[in-house]
């Protein structure tokens, strides 16, 4: 059978029920020299749909690894559908395509490959324009991040931007001390996708000292931590709010930047692995206290 006969049956069924199917030339590649025979059948789109099953659910396997290997995006994420080629024609495939996402979404029908990846291309340079950045006629094209924060007591990762908003970020939390009469604390910064510090990638620290004697738990130490588009730094600014004082520094997000696409949602999936282990470390250690900085060790 020719290729566009095949792909005018696909479309054929597309709309009805029933086909009454005559092909006026099958050749067999094993007796090439036999006169050519005609087949007439009558096929229902029911009998079509189970002859096709294995070949359905492989393409919802298939869009399942697809969801999975993205990494960052779920299901859940996933907006917009379009159905292209001949097969997305079959109102059976549509169905349990529907079927797998399971929520409302928007879908797109076109007959033209052409045409999808025409409109793919042009939906991500739309969202590509806000993740490209020129510096003196040079662009910036942004992969993967990870996940990145400071350490507090307990060996905790307080998270200041996480793996989907890492590439610009602009934000302060507030902590305070561990011990009684503190007089230095120090910010260690973190790169990773576990609760605590010891399974994740240090970065670099900077110090404060100076704070005037208090109990623990009552002085106020003020961490700002930015980061922007294509830069391989993380800008840090730590202040007591009671005298004021301030150091700045900068320490290098060389984990994201040494590593290739893989590595980098290698750690992001181990992190979603051992998501449930991980939220049950976080409300121990809430329990316990989290926002305390350690004193220079």
């Given at each position: 059978m020719?290729?566009?006969?095949a792909?005018?049956?696909?479309?054929v069924?597309g709309?009805?029920m029933?086909?009454?199917f005559i092909?006026p030339a099958?050749?067999?590649?094993?007796?090439?020299?036999?006169?050519?025979?005609t087949?007439?059948?009558e096929?229902?789109?029911?009998?079509?749909?189970e002859?096709?099953?294995?070949?359905?659910?492989?393409?919802?396997?298939?869009?399942d690894q697809a969801v999975?290997?993205s990494?960052i995006?779920a299901?859940?994420?996933i907006q917009?559908i379009?159905?292209?080629g001949?097969?997305?024609?079959?109102?059976f495939l549509?169905?349990?395509?529907?079927?797998?996402?399971?929520?409302?979404?928007?879908y797109y029908?076109?007959?033209?490959p052409?045409?999808?990846v025409?409109?793919g291309?042009?939906?991500?340079?739309?969202?590509?324009?806000?993740?490209?950045?020129s510096?003196?006629?040079?662009?910036c094209?942004?992969?993967?991040?990870?996940?990145?924060g400071?350490?507090?007591?307990g060996?905790?990762?307080v998270?200041y931007?996480?793996?989907?908003?890492?590439h610009?970020f602009d934000?302060v939390?507030?902590?305070?001390?561990a011990?009684?009469?503190q007089e230095?604390?120090?910010i260690?910064v973190?790169?990773?996708?576990r609760?605590?510090t010891s399974?994740?990638v240090?970065l670099?620290d900077?110090?404060?000292s100076?704070?005037?004697?208090?109990?623990?738990g009552?002085?106020?130490?003020?961490?700002r931590?930015?980061?922007?588009?294509?830069?391989s730094?993380?800008?840090l600014?730590?202040?007591?709010v009671?005298t004021?004082?301030?150091n700045?520094?900068?320490?290098?997000?060389?984990t994201?930047f040494?590593?290739?696409?893989?590595?980098i949602?290698?750690?992001i999936s181990?992190?979603q692995a051992?998501?449930?282990?991980d939220?049950?470390?976080?409300?121990?250690?809430e329990?316990a206290?989290?926002?305390?900085l350690?004193?220079?060790?």
């Amino acid at each position: 059978m020719k290729r566009s006969n095949a792909k005018g049956l696909v479309i054929v069924l597309g709309a009805l029920m029933v086909l009454n199917f005559i092909s006026p030339a099958i050749v067999s590649a094993d007796t090439p020299s036999v006169v050519p025979t005609t087949l007439a059948i009558e096929l229902t789109r029911t009998q079509f749909e189970e002859l096709n099953m294995d070949l359905f659910m492989i393409t919802i396997t298939a869009i399942d690894q697809a969801v999975r290997d993205s990494v960052i995006f779920a299901k859940e994420d996933i907006q917009h559908i379009i159905f292209s080629g001949g097969s997305a024609n079959i109102p059976f495939l549509q169905s349990v395509v529907k079927d797998y996402f399971d929520h409302p979404k928007k879908y797109y029908r076109s007959k033209q490959p052409e045409t999808a990846v025409v409109f793919g291309a042009a939906k991500r340079g739309h969202q590509q324009e806000h993740d490209m950045h020129s510096d003196q006629g040079v662009a910036c094209c942004l992969g993967p991040y990870l996940s990145v924060g400071i350490e507090t007591a307990g060996g905790m990762m307080v998270q200041y931007a996480d793996y989907m908003s890492a590439h610009e970020f602009d934000k302060v939390l507030t902590f305070s001390t561990a011990i009684d009469n503190q007089e230095r604390v120090v910010i260690r910064v973190y790169e990773g996708e576990r609760a605590t510090t010891s399974q994740n990638v240090y970065l670099g620290d900077i110090k404060l000292s100076g704070i005037p004697p208090a109990p623990k738990g009552v002085p106020q130490i003020r961490v700002r931590m930015s980061a922007k588009y294509c830069d391989s730094h993380i800008e840090l600014i730590v202040m007591d709010v009671a005298t004021e004082r301030t150091n700045t520094g900068t320490v290098s997000r060389w984990t994201t930047f040494a590593h290739d696409d893989e590595e980098i949602y290698k750690k992001i999936s181990e992190g979603q692995a051992f998501e449930k282990e991980d939220r049950l470390i976080w409300e121990n250690a809430e329990a316990a206290g989290t926002m305390t900085l350690l004193p220079e060790y």
